[in-house]
Antibody
């Protein structure tokens, strides 16, 4: 069964950095694009970033562009999100999610999702 | 950016009722739409992709329809396990965007 396990969340002060990880197993990680999606407390879902199966293409939400960097290590079956210059509005549960099918663009639904890791930005 | 608008925001219904949730896109997204179910404290779960394709293992009482700018998620007969929040998501273009969610609660 496909498994995605996020880690690295915690409490951080505004302006500081944090790196999230997502360990993937039970599927061919190097064949799928991967996403980060976040959910602020009591709010809806917000897509954050995507990276293609080989890391050659990346796209970001405007709200994080220039501050967050998505990356992957296919040799370790691991996805990352480097978050710099954190703001209080970045407080959320961060989910990693697998692209729906091993094809570009037309398969950008999310299945499955990890359990999420909570990032709290507060002084 | 493509805006996704869900209605209603809250739906009160009873077990056995038929429930219909609508999602409208601010521009045409063809059939590039997915639906998710989320329960409190849990990650979202995929129900439907490509507007009407039922994800494996999802009960057949869930169905999706529509194309272009208007889409519908229908639960034919609500079961106790279906009381949750539902989100639509477009994947026609970046940035990928979600609807605001519909909470299905027990009447």
């Amino acid at each position: 069964q496909v498994q995605l396990v996020e880690s690295g969340g915690g409490v951080v002060q505004p302006g500081r950095s944090l790196r999230l990880s997502c360990a993937a197993s039970e599927f061919t990680f190097s064949s799928y694009g991967m996403h980060w999606v976040r959910q602020a407390p009591g709010k809806g879902l917000e897509w954050v970033a995507v990276i293609s199966y080989d890391g050659s293409n990346k796209y970001y939400a405007d709200s994080v562009k220039g501050r967050f960097t998505i990356s992957r290590d296919n040799s370790k079956n691991t996805l990352y999100l480097q978050m710099n210059s954190l703001r209080t509005e970045d407080t959320a549960v961060y989910y990693c999610a697998k692209q729906g099918a091993p094809l570009p663009a037309a398969s950008n639904w999310f299945d499955p999702w990890g359990q999420g890791t909570l990032v709290t930005v507060s002084s | 950016d493509i805006q996704m608008t869900q209605s209603p925001s809250t739906l009160s219904a009873s077990v056995g009722d038929r429930a219909t949730i609508t999602c409208r896109a601010s521009q045409s997204i063809s059939s590039w739409l997915a639906w998710y179910q989320q329960k409190p404290g849990k990650a979202p779960k995929l129900l439907i992709y490509k507007a009407s394709s039922l994800e494996s293992g999802v009960p057949s009482r869930f169905s999706g329809s529509g194309s272009g700018t208007e889409f519908t998620l229908t639960i034919s007969s609500l079961q106790p396990d279906d009381f949750a929040t539902y989100y639509c998501q477009q994947y026609n273009s970046y940035p990928l965007t979600f609807g605001g969610g519909t909470k299905v609660e027990i009447k």
